[in-house]
């Protein structure tokens, strides 16, 4: 079992919609929490980054981690097709490599 | 804002040879991190240095070598060449105490062996 699963999708949505990504990760020496966003054949792009449960907000886009359940969310509010991209959860502690989700494809349609 | 830069962006090779990817942290970053992604993967950790010192080591082959320089820029050496080498190749940089405890990565080399 990976340490970090992540839903695996695709998914696909309406322009404008509401999307909603979720992890859940089994190592509890995790320390912080990332959301990247990778487009097709380019390198990860760090969307946001949490090193506590709670919320955080950025623009569009919302990470909730909740380490009581070991559970990572990212929404995003009023998709855009310029998001369509695969959207990968990773956590991490100090130095150590990451642990990666299996990624989500999401297709916002216009 | 500087980024981390990766060389080259493509890459072609016969199996059984060798290649060498490069990459350059961001400045003052201490620590830099290699990753290998096959097509619809995520990305698997090879090897990590610190301080110019090996700090971690993942699922990298035996036929695959790496080591950080004096200016902090990392090469990965791969030798012996196989079909299955073929994926993108990122390298991540970080730096502790910043206050932001993550890893910016770089656009990737796309590894190609034919």
Known sequence: QKEVEQDPGPLSVPEGAIVSLNCTYSNSAFQYFMWYRQYSRKGPELLMYTYSSGNKEDGRFTAQVDKSSKYISLFIRDSQPSDSATYLCASGTGRRALTFGSGTRLQVQP | ?114
């Open chain 2, 1 to 114: 804002a500087a980024g981390v830069i990766q060389s080259p962006r493509h890459l072609i090779k016969e199996k059984r040879e060798t290649a060498t990817l490069k990459c350059y942290p961001i400045p003052r970053h201490d620590t830099v991190y290699w990753y290998q992604q096959g097509p619809g993967q995520d990305p698997q950790f090879l090897i990590s240095f610190y301080e110019k010192m090996q700090s971690d080591k993942g699922s990298i082959p035996d036929r695959f070598s790496a080591q950080q320089f004096s200016d902090y820029h990392s090469e990965l050496n791969m030798s012996s060449l196989e079909l299955g080498d073929s994926a993108l190749y990122f390298c991540a940089s970080y730096k502790g105490g910043s206050g932001q405890e993550t890893q910016y990565f770089g656009p990737g080399t796309r590894l190609l062996v034919l």
